[in-house]
């Protein structure tokens, strides 16, 4: 549906994406991850055709979309300060567009009730949106953002400025109402855990390049260098020569190269008790700290030979200071470059 080749662009002497390569699938979730400042929004804004001075090719159902004008390139577009009429109530700020394109009254009037029903807000049309709460806004930006039916929606920071719980619970039900709509979007956030629940697929960036694109799944258990591991925030990664023990481990599992930098032991390798299918070396241990998150405990080992592990079990194996018995599983010992 949507591609994206060598696109670059710069502010001044200032370099903010680096030839950007990617596509989009009708009806996919592509969700942008990354730190601020690495080129995410940018992006976007260029996909959206807020900003136009960029090299390289973007290409909508093949055709170049650089000389079609923002109004006329039919997506959407969702912010994180919500961007409601404050004068116009819930139902007006959502029937906005479809009167703009010069739809019938009788039509919007329909398709306004079955958004309100859709985002969980029936019986509230025609409340002030002043009067609305953060989590109501966004579920009526949502509404606006899909009211025109968009080719493609694109979403910078929507749930930015939500508490915790309330992101969670609203990534969940954002990811519904879009594959409910078949509608294919762009997600921009810099918070994991919301990438994960609404993505099909994550393309990582730093320092305005494409690190790895994949689904969260791979994304999370084959982080293709360093730099994705570290902001995926994945425990246990060692240069090459800080730690001896973890050299070691990487020759048994056969990960090592001549091009290897960094010695990734994925937490979800680590465990208690011996994997049922996967090879593993068992060593003897020391708890040296342990925090409890609810369902789970995150826990620290001394290793004999002084390597330490973090990773999550849950039962507390002993106390701090007592000995343990950890099992590290092969397949999870990955040789990494940065």
């Avoid at 409601?84 to 479809?98: C, D, E, K, T, W």
Wanted: proline share 4%; hydrophobic share 45%.
């Amino acid at each position: 549906m949507l591609r994206l080749a060598a696109v670059t662009h710069a502010y001044g002497d200032v370099v903010s994406l680096r030839g950007v390569t990617l596509d989009l699938q009708a009806g996919e979730i592509l969700c942008l991850l990354g730190p601020s400042g690495c080129g995410k929004t940018t992006l976007l804004r260029i996909i959206a055709g807020l900003e136009g001075n960029y090299s390289g090719e973007i290409r909508l159902d093949g055709a170049d979309i650089r000389p079609v004008p923002v109004h006329e390139r039919g997506f959407g577009l969702m912010f994180q300060d919500y961007a409601l009429f404050p004068h116009m109530s819930v139902r007006q700020n959502i029937a906005y567009g479809l009167k703009r394109r010069g739809d019938k009254r009788r039509d919007i009037q329909r398709q306004v009730d079955g958004l309100l029903e859709r985002v969980g807000l029936a019986g509230l049309g025609a409340r002030d949106v002043a009067a609305l709460s953060g989590g109501q806004k966004q579920r009526v930006a949502l509404a606006r953002s899909l009211a025109p039916n968009p080719r493609l929606l694109m979403l910078d920071e929507p749930l930015g400025s939500l508490d915790a719980q309330l992101r969670d619970q609203l990534a969940l039900e954002l990811r519904g109402l879009l594959k409910e709509a078949g509608i294919g979007a762009i997600y921009v956030t810099h918070d994991r855990r919301e990438a994960f629940a609404i993505a099909d697929r994550i393309a990582v960036m730093h320092a305005g390049c494409i690190q790895q694109c994949d689904s969260p799944r791979q994304l999370y258990h084959k982080p293709a260098n360093a730099q994705v591991a570290r902001f995926l925030g994945l425990r246990n990664l060692f240069a090459r020569a800080e730690n001896a023990q973890a050299l070691q481990l990487a020759k048994q599992a056969r990960a090592l190269d001549s091009q290897t930098q960094h010695l990734l032991i994925h937490p979800r390798g680590i465990s208690l008790e011996r994997p049922v299918s996967a090879p593993a070396v068992d060593f003897s241990a020391t708890l040296l700290a342990a925090v409890f998150r609810g369902e789970d405990w995150d826990i620290r080992l001394r290793l004999d030979g002084d390597l330490q592990l973090s990773f999550s079990t849950r039962e507390l194996p002993a106390q701090i200071g007592e000995p343990v018995r950890v099992f590290v599983a092969l397949e999870a010992v990955l040789a990494l470059n940065d």
